[in-house]
């Protein structure tokens, strides 16, 4: 079975751009949650989403959007790249919202210069 | 959410059995305790996840004393490619918190 895939793999931006980032989940499972994780630090929750529905939302500002399309896969918007905004953002899914085991993508890394 | 304390680093050998330990002294009553392990420029990967008591898988085992303020992963026998980052977490599932993990290194 396939497990959780994200594109791209790699993402070079420059300040200001915006960026899309993808993420399909397992088969089956209908929750998918979205973290950055910078170099040396733990992964941040960013959102949570079922059902196309957002379901959580971590301390990120309004520059970070998402949405979940109706086949369960997910997109993360980021507008106005600011440098700081360079990390591995990582994609989970689970079979629900609750209380269930998330398994994680690969990631995206992304560059802002 | 409950916060973790857990040590920054540890170093082994191969084939020794390695034993991690995390403190959760605020977890909740409907918390669960939930470990992962992290390869650089990798996702993390779900390695276990317990309630109380002991839980064993075909990687490690969980041990989670009768007060829950703290639990211990067991990786038995481990080998060179289990040097990796391992975060302990504690909650509901829907929203991980993760700390800053500690960082295995398996010397041959």
């Known amino acids: 079975d396939a497990g959780v895939t994200q594109s791209p793999t790699h993402l070079i931006k420059t300040r200001g751009q915006h960026v899309t980032l993808r993420c399909s989940p397992i088969s089956g499972h209908k929750s998918v949650s979205w973290y950055q994780q910078v170099l040396g630090q733990g992964p941040q929750f960013i959102f949570q989403y079922y059902e196309k529905e957002e379901r959580g939302r971590g301390n990120f500002p309004d520059r970070f959007s998402a949405r979940q399309f109706p086949n369960y896969s997910s997109e993360l918007n980021v507008n106005a790249l600011l440098l700081g905004d360079s990390a591995l953002y990582l994609c989970?899914?689970?079979?629900?919202?609750?209380?269930?085991?998330?398994?994680f993508g690969p990631g995206t890394r992304l560059l802002v210069l | 959410l409950a916060k973790t304390t857990q040590p920054i680093s540890m170093d082994s050998y191969e084939g020794q059995e390695v034993n991690i330990t995390c403190s959760h002294n605020?977890?909740?009553?409907?918390?669960?305790i939930t470990w992962y392990q992290q390869f650089p420029s990798q996702g993390p990967r779900f390695i276990i996840q317990g309630y109380k008591t002991k839980v064993t898988n075909e990687v490690a085992s969980l041990f989670i004393p009768a007060d829950r303020k703290s639990s211990t992963l067991s990786l038995p026998r481990v080998s060179l490619s289990d040097t990796a980052v391992y975060y302990c977490?504690?909650?509901?599932?829907?929203?991980?918190?993760f700390g800053t993990g500690t960082r295995l290194q398996v010397f041959p």
């Open positions: 989970a899914s689970s079979l629900s919202h609750r209380k269930e085991t998330q398994y």
């Open positions: 977490l504690v909650g509901g599932t829907d929203k991980l918190i």
């Open positions: 605020n977890i909740a009553t409907n918390d669960y």
